[in-house]
């Protein structure tokens, strides 16, 4: 056995040139899988991890959600609690150069953690606070320093008593929205709390910290309990599956080069075949050895790929976390489980790549096989052609019959990508034939064309840089219509300024009435504009959806893009309107997906509690939130959820807006609120969208360039089946120079046919690609990035030529009488 393992990792160290590719090809895509599978745990777990730091290792927090926000232990059932914190809080801004930073203040009655200069005496109920290391260091703060800071409108000074570590509380800390901690007895006079809270953490004795949270709000109206762990990301999953499209071409194309590589080892070690079966060895014997050595390539392709997927992992997880400017990252593990799955995934990609080029080996003859007399190994091209063309006509079918957006959009994708693949090398095979008789007085072009004709590895090659010119095609084209898409929703968004971040008031007055009060007070602003939309995060039937408070009518008014007054909505969003019940406005993809229609009644779980309404309209929600958000009345989510501040407030300037935000500015960053203009949004949500065109685009290239791996190594063989060939051409006068332009010919010539079939193609993918996004929630059509042609056209030239030149430097070494000496 160890005799057998060594001639194997012999045989694949002979050519270590191809050992790398090889090992690179199947190692990529093993590590793109583990990527995509641990991409959002690695989120998600990351910052969880941080909100527990930050907790100080609570699991629960509670609010009361009544008008009077205050309440102690004894107002809450506190038996499957432990480890009970009580404390008041509110926030305060500090406003500098027109930059707005956000300070936590926690009023408390102890601290725990570790402290490092000066002491705090919590009795006290003078205006001192213990602020971070961090802080301290960064805004350059003393023992004995006095920190000012906005609080409800009214300028505080705090003077610093104690710096502490940065741990618990402090850990998040940064200089545009840290933390501070002051006696409880202070805060208490201050907000006249009466010696109560307004927010009680806690750690829960036994079972689930989410099954005690649902309990717990369920039993109690006003009393609201959060799990701090829990954490939902709407766009993540979008990305996920956007990159196992992307992760499916890579596959695509490295098991094409899996499958080269090993015709390539058969063409070369034919006379060791040969030999083994003159001493007896049967075919199966054979092909065992020969799979095994494609096992042994996935074993440590696998592992590398898994290792290089996990630091794609520990790279993504610094690049989100938010301290690190201070050099602090989220916590990184390696999940095993990813690992074994990108090992098994590498040794079935290798090893099914292999089998069809390994299977030949039944059909070799030993004498030819010694003689080195093998032509051809598979002869299967017309049955391959027509199961190819099925696929792809039946795939055209599918789509004209029905062109909604369906699972069937997948299928019918999947299916003319491997029809294309199956039927595009018969096709040149014969278009190549009609041109061989044009250009037959051109010796050069010629010889190219018939070259490409009968040699299958260069109708391969075609094949490959198809498929890498049209994922390249197909993000470009993503990229430039989301932008497109993006300028024409923010057109229909009819408004001038968006207040945001907007703080909750511990007073009776929500800090939105107040917003919305002063913006009524202010001449210039078009009062009927102005549009508060509340938000909160909710559940579906299990799916996380963004639930929106919205005033009717203005919402109707700012938010043309979802067309809610054009008659096809006009009548049913007026009865949402005008609703006495609890009604919402559900997307068209979600109502879909939960099955629901117009009068059918739908939970939806927010904070654990789960509250009925009646669906009134049914709306396509387009790319707002890519569809995943429902619409209620502002009224009803104050009064059932009891959420009252605004997420943000949209108005129209009327006349000189400079002049009117002179006015609104002082006032927004005294309470410490931000804003922005339409103009400020727009480009922000291109940018995002961008970002994660990079990512897939990424892939693209990382796609091209493994299909380079795979021209590359067709070329390779195709030189190596050829070396008979050129030697005849060779002893009749073709000489190194005319050899050259025929190998370079025939890399133009490759070009150009996946050029021609590519753009077709992608034009027509771009349709499937369009309605598997609509079913999957991304309503919009993608149109083709004709800019993108030249540019990718012109770096595939590039690169085809440059692995052009390996075979083109072997071409000059040819021995003619070596290779003709049995003839």
Same mark, same amino acid.
């Given at each position: 056995?160890?005799? !057998?393992?060594?001639?194997?990792?012999?045989?694949?160290?002979?050519?270590?040139?191809?050992?790398?590719?090889?090992?690179?090809?199947?190692?990529?895509?093993?590590?793109?899988?583990?990527?995509?599978?641990?991409?959002?745990?690695?989120?998600?777990?990351?910052?969880?991890?941080?909100?527990?730091?930050?907790?100080?290792?609570?699991?629960?927090?509670?609010?009361?959600?009544?008008?009077?926000?205050? !309440?102690?232990?004894?107002?809450?059932?506190?038996?499957?609690?432990?480890?009970?914190?009580?404390?008041?809080?509110?926030?305060?801004?500090?406003?500098?150069?027109?930059?707005?930073? *956000?300070?936590?203040?926690?009023?408390?009655?102890?601290?725990?953690? /570790?402290?490092?200069?000066? #002491?705090?005496?919590?009795?006290?109920?003078?205006?001192?606070?213990?602020?971070?290391?961090?802080?301290?260091?960064?805004?350059?703060?003393?023992?004995?320093?006095?920190?000012?800071?906005?609080?409800?409108?009214?300028?505080?000074?705090?003077?610093?008593?104690?710096?502490?570590?940065?741990?618990?509380?402090?850990?998040?800390?940064?200089?545009?929205?840290?933390?501070?901690?002051?006696?409880?007895?202070?805060?208490?006079?201050?907000?006249?709390?009466?010696?109560? %809270?307004?927010?009680?953490?806690?750690?829960?004795?036994?079972?689930?910290?989410?099954?005690?949270?649902?309990?717990?709000?369920?039993?109690?109206?006003?009393?609201?309990?959060?799990?701090?762990?829990?954490?939902?990301?709407?766009?993540?999953?979008?990305?996920?599956?956007?990159?196992?499209?992307?992760?499916?071409?890579?596959?695509?194309?490295?098991?094409?080069?899996?499958?080269?590589?090993?015709?390539?080892?058969?063409?070369?070690?034919?006379?060791?075949?040969?030999?083994?079966?003159?001493?007896?060895?049967?075919?199966?014997?054979?092909?065992?050895?020969?799979? /095994?050595?494609?096992?042994?390539?996935?074993?440590?392709?696998?592992?590398?790929?898994?290792?290089?997927?996990?630091?794609?992992?520990?790279?993504?997880?610094?690049?989100?976390?938010?301290?690190?400017?201070?050099?602090?990252?989220?916590?990184?593990?390696?999940? *095993?489980?990813?690992?074994?799955?990108?090992? =098994?995934?590498?040794?079935?990609?290798?090893?099914?790549?292999? *089998?069809?080029?390994?299977?030949?080996?039944?059909?070799?003859?030993?004498?030819?096989?010694?003689?080195?007399?093998?032509?051809?190994?598979?002869?299967?091209?017309? &049955?391959?052609?027509?199961?190819?063309?099925?696929?792809?006509? &039946?795939?055209?079918?599918?789509?004209?019959?029905?062109?909604?957006?369906?699972?069937?959009?997948?299928?019918?994708?999947?299916?003319?990508?491997?029809?294309?693949?199956?039927?595009?090398?018969?096709?040149?095979?014969?278009?190549?034939?009609?041109?061989?008789?044009?250009?037959?007085?051109?010796?050069?072009?010629?010889?190219?064309?018939?070259?490409?004709?009968?040699?299958?590895?260069?109708?391969?090659?075609?094949?490959?840089?198809?498929?890498?010119?049209?994922?390249?095609?197909?993000?470009?084209?993503?990229?430039?219509?989301?932008?497109?898409?993006?300028?024409?929703?923010?057109?229909?968004?009819?408004?001038?300024?968006?207040?945001?971040?907007?703080?909750?008031?511990?007073?009776?007055?929500?800090?939105?009435?107040?917003?919305?009060?002063?913006?009524?007070?202010?001449?210039?602003?078009?009062?009927?504009?102005?549009?508060?939309?509340?938000?909160?995060?909710?559940?579906?039937?299990?799916?996380?959806?963004?639930?929106?408070?919205?005033?009717?009518?203005?919402?109707?008014?700012?938010?043309?893009?979802?067309?809610?007054?054009?008659?096809? *909505?006009?009548?049913?969003?007026?009865?949402?309107?005008?609703?006495?019940?609890?009604?919402?406005?559900?997307?068209?993809?979600?109502?879909?997906?939960?099955?629901?229609?117009?009068?059918?009644?739908?939970?939806?779980?927010?904070?654990?509690?789960?509250?009925?309404?009646?669906?009134?309209? =049914?709306?396509?929600?387009?790319?707002?939130?890519?569809?995943?958000?429902?619409?209620?009345?502002?009224?009803?989510?104050?009064?059932?959820?009891?959420?009252?501040?605004?997420?943000?407030?949209?108005?129209?300037?009327?006349?000189?807006?400079?002049?009117?935000?002179?006015?609104?500015?002082?006032?927004?960053?005294?309470?410490?609120?931000? %804003?922005?203009?339409?103009?400020?949004?727009?480009?922000?949500?291109?940018?995002?969208?961008?970002?994660?065109?990079?990512?897939?685009?990424?892939?693209? %290239?990382?796609?091209? !360039?493994?299909?380079?791996?795979?021209?590359?190594?067709?070329?390779?063989?195709?030189?190596?089946?050829?070396?008979?060939?050129?030697?005849?051409?060779?002893?009749?006068?073709?000489?190194?120079?005319?050899?050259?332009?025929?190998?370079?010919?025939?890399?133009?010539?490759?070009?150009?046919?996946?050029?021609?079939?590519?753009?077709?193609?992608?034009?027509?993918?771009?349709?499937?690609? +369009?309605?598997?996004?609509?079913?999957?929630?991304?309503?919009?059509?993608?149109?083709?990035?004709?800019? +993108?042609?030249?540019?990718?056209?012109?770096?595939?030239?590039?690169?085809?030529?440059?692995?052009?030149?390996?075979?083109?430097?072997?071409?000059?070494?040819?021995?003619?009488?070596? #290779?003709?000496?049995?003839?």
């Amino acid at each position: 056995m160890k005799v !057998f393992i060594k001639y194997i990792f012999k045989n694949m160290t002979e050519k270590k040139g191809r050992f790398v590719l090889l090992i690179l090809s199947i190692a990529l895509s093993t590590a793109l899988l583990v990527a995509c599978t641990g991409l959002v745990d690695v989120i998600k777990d990351g910052f969880t991890s941080q909100l527990t730091e930050m907790s100080e290792g609570q699991d629960i927090y509670v609010v009361n959600n009544s008008d009077n926000p205050y !309440f102690t232990e004894q107002d809450i059932d506190t038996s499957n609690l432990e480890n009970i914190v009580g404390r008041l809080e509110t926030v305060g801004v500090i406003s500098e150069n027109e930059k707005i930073r *956000y300070v936590s203040v926690s009023g408390r009655k102890s601290y725990d953690k /570790s402290i490092i200069e000066g #002491e705090m005496n919590y009795e006290d109920n003078s205006a001192s606070c213990m602020i971070s290391k961090r802080i301290a260091d960064e805004r350059d703060i003393n023992i004995g320093d006095i920190l000012s800071i906005n609080i409800n409108g009214e300028e505080k000074g705090f003077e610093v008593a104690s710096i502490a570590a940065n741990e618990g509380t402090f850990y998040g800390d940064t200089n545009n929205s840290f933390n501070i901690i002051v006696p409880y007895e202070y805060l208490n006079e201050e907000m006249d709390a009466h010696d109560t %809270y307004n927010v009680i953490t806690a750690q829960v004795k036994s079972g689930s910290v989410k099954k005690f949270v649902k309990q717990f709000n369920n039993a109690n109206e006003f009393f609201e309990a959060s799990n701090i762990g829990d954490i939902s990301f709407i766009g993540v999953g979008t990305l996920n599956v956007s990159l196992y499209g992307m992760l499916s071409i890579v596959v695509l194309v490295s098991s094409i080069i899996i499958y080269g590589v090993f015709k390539l080892i058969i063409n070369e070690r034919l006379s060791v075949i040969g030999t083994f079966m003159s001493q007896g060895a049967t075919k199966k014997k054979i092909e065992r050895i020969i799979l /095994s050595e494609s096992l042994m390539y996935s074993i440590i392709a696998g592992i590398v790929g898994s290792a290089i997927g996990e630091l794609i992992l520990f790279g993504i997880g610094r690049m989100v976390s938010p301290l690190a400017k201070y050099k602090i990252y989220l916590p990184f593990n390696v999940n *095993y489980v990813h690992v074994i799955i990108g090992i =098994i995934f590498a040794i079935i990609l290798s090893i099914l790549s292999a *089998y069809m080029p390994v299977r030949a080996v039944r059909k070799l003859e030993v004498k030819d096989v010694i003689l080195n007399r093998v032509e051809s190994i598979n002869k299967k091209g017309k &049955a391959k052609f027509i199961i190819g063309l099925i696929i792809f006509v &039946a795939s055209i079918v599918l789509y004209e019959v029905d062109k909604k957006p369906s699972v069937l959009s997948v299928i019918e994708m999947i299916g003319i990508i491997v029809g294309l693949i199956m039927i595009v090398p018969t096709i040149v095979k014969l278009v190549s034939s009609l041109f061989c008789k044009i250009f037959k007085n051109n010796t050069n072009v010629y010889l190219a064309m018939n070259n490409v004709r009968t040699s299958k590895l260069l109708r391969n090659n075609i094949v490959l840089i198809i498929i890498s010119l049209t994922s390249v095609f197909l993000v470009s084209s993503v990229g430039e219509t989301m932008k497109d898409v993006v300028n024409d929703a923010y057109e229909e968004m009819k408004y001038d300024y968006k207040i945001q971040s907007i703080m909750a008031s511990n007073d009776r007055i929500s800090t939105t009435d107040r917003i919305i009060e002063k913006l009524n007070s202010i001449d210039g602003v078009d009062k009927d504009s102005i549009c508060p939309e509340l938000r909160t995060m909710g559940e579906i039937k299990g799916q996380t959806i963004l639930v929106m408070g919205v005033e009717p009518k203005t919402y109707a008014d700012m938010n043309l893009y979802l067309k809610l007054k054009e008659k096809k *909505y006009k009548d049913d969003y007026e009865e949402f309107a005008n609703a006495e019940d609890n009604a919402v406005v559900i997307t068209e993809v979600k109502a879909k997906e939960f099955n629901k229609k117009k009068g059918d009644m739908i939970d939806i779980v927010v904070n654990s509690k789960t509250y009925t309404f009646r669906v009134a309209a =049914i709306i396509d929600g387009g790319l707002y939130n890519n569809s995943t958000f429902c619409l209620i009345k502002k009224s009803d989510m104050i009064r059932e959820m009891h959420i009252k501040e605004a997420d943000e407030i949209t108005f129209k300037v009327n006349g000189d807006s400079e002049q009117v935000m002179d006015e609104v500015r002082p006032y927004l960053y005294s309470i410490g609120v931000q %804003y922005s203009t339409r103009a400020e949004d727009t480009q922000k949500n291109i940018e995002n969208n961008e970002m994660m065109s990079k990512v897939i685009s990424a892939f693209s %290239y990382l796609a091209m !360039f493994v299909a380079s791996i795979g021209v590359l190594n067709n070329i390779v063989i195709c030189f190596n089946q050829r070396k008979k060939e050129f030697a005849v051409l060779a002893s009749v006068g073709m000489n190194v120079g005319k050899r050259r332009n025929l190998i370079l010919t025939e890399s133009l010539i490759c070009v150009l046919w996946s050029i021609i079939i590519a753009i077709p193609f992608t034009l027509f993918v771009n349709l499937l690609v +369009s309605n598997s996004l609509k079913y999957s929630g991304l309503l919009f059509d993608i149109a083709f990035s004709w800019t +993108s042609v030249p540019v990718f056209s012109t770096l595939i030239v590039a690169i085809i030529l440059l692995a052009s030149l390996s075979t083109v430097r072997k071409s000059k070494k040819l021995s003619v009488v070596g #290779e003709l000496k049995y003839e």
